[in-house]
């Protein structure tokens, strides 16, 4: 693997999953080898996001191989347990999870593996982002204040393991009527660029509330790869551009940092 990017969210519910999984087919519309790790244990949502079905086949002894969709190679729990069950396990248990996830899936050779975080700056998030050789992290905001506040724990968690903020995304930007076309604020509007500037890390883009994305993420028809002429799929293919221009400035395979409790 090139390049291990982190697809973070001070909390949930702001899109970070629906996110993730478009960057991960922008990324892969430029030509790149992306995979998609779905490391969000207590709400797998990648195997509905991709349309994903049926476990994943051991190879020998015991490495399991990647699900296909859309180009990508994808891994979720969620593929691994059934639908309904619930995740009650403890913090080393997520952990050791997530690094089988990484460790122990054929994924081949890669240009990035997009892993979609557990929301939030908890125990779990921070294990990960200090065990895994992570080139960068994308942190998906709503522009309003209240997640604007936890989006900035995300990016002070990943300064202080000194992972790189490789931008930081504006998602439900504007909500735009499916009816008449109209744009509204409905969260406010320019929040995250404006904090962006304001942590000094890089603004990626934003991207507005609208049905058609809504719909083609939780129908398993994810809109970068069903309408990829879009006007929404232009607008995640942008952002992967940019993500991918930063990233090829980042130091590729960056060792692991080391958390100092002072
Ligand atoms: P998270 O991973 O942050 O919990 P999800 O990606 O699961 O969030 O998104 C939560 C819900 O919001 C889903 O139903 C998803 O389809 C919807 N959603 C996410 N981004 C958008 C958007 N830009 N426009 C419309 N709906 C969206």
């Known amino acids: ?97 997530i690094t089988q996830m990484l460790r122990d899936v054929a994924w081949g050779e890669l240009d990035v593996l997009i892993v979609d975080m557990p929301p939030g700056t ?3 998030q921070l294990t990960m982002a200090q065990a895994t050789p992570l080139s960068g992290a994308v942190i998906v905001s709503t522009p309003q204040d209240l997640a604007l506040i936890d989006a900035r724990r995300g990016v002070t968690m990943f300064r202080k393991v000194s992972v790189p903020i490789l931008g930081v995304i504006e998602n439900m930007a504007t909500f735009i009527c499916p009816n008449c ?3 509204s604020a409905i ?11 304001r942590l000094e890390v890089p603004f990626l883009g934003e991207i507005p509330l609208t049905m058609a994305i809504r719909e083609t993420s939780d129908a398993g028809r994810p809109v970068v790869a069903t309408d990829p002429d879009g006007p929404q799929a232009r607008i ?5 551009q940019k993500l991918w221009a930063n990233l090829s400035g980042a130091p590729a ?4 940092p080391r958390i100092v409790i002072e």
Request: contains cysteine.
């Open 1 to 97: 693997m090139r390049h291990i990017v982190a697809v973070a969210s001070g909390k949930g519910g702001v899109g970070k999953s629906t996110t993730a999984c478009n960057l991960a087919l922008g990324l892969s519309a430029q030509g790149l080898k992306v995979g998609l790790l779905d490391a969000d244990i207590y709400g797998p949502s990648v195997p509905k996001l991709l349309g994903l079905s049926g476990k994943p086949r051991v190879l020998e002894g015991k490495t399991l191989e990647p699900l296909q969709a859309y180009g990508l190679k994808a891994m979720s729990i969620g593929l691994l347990i059934e639908p309904e069950s619930a995740m009650i396990w403890r913090g080393p248990m997520v952990q050791s999870a």
């Open 122 to 124: 908890g125990d779990a």
């Open 181 to 183: 076309g109209t744009a």
């Open 187 to 197: 969260f406010g509007h320019g929040g995250a660029r404006h904090e962006a500037e």
């Open 236 to 240: 995640y293919r942008e952002i992967a």
């Open 253 to 256: 395979g960056r060792a692991a």
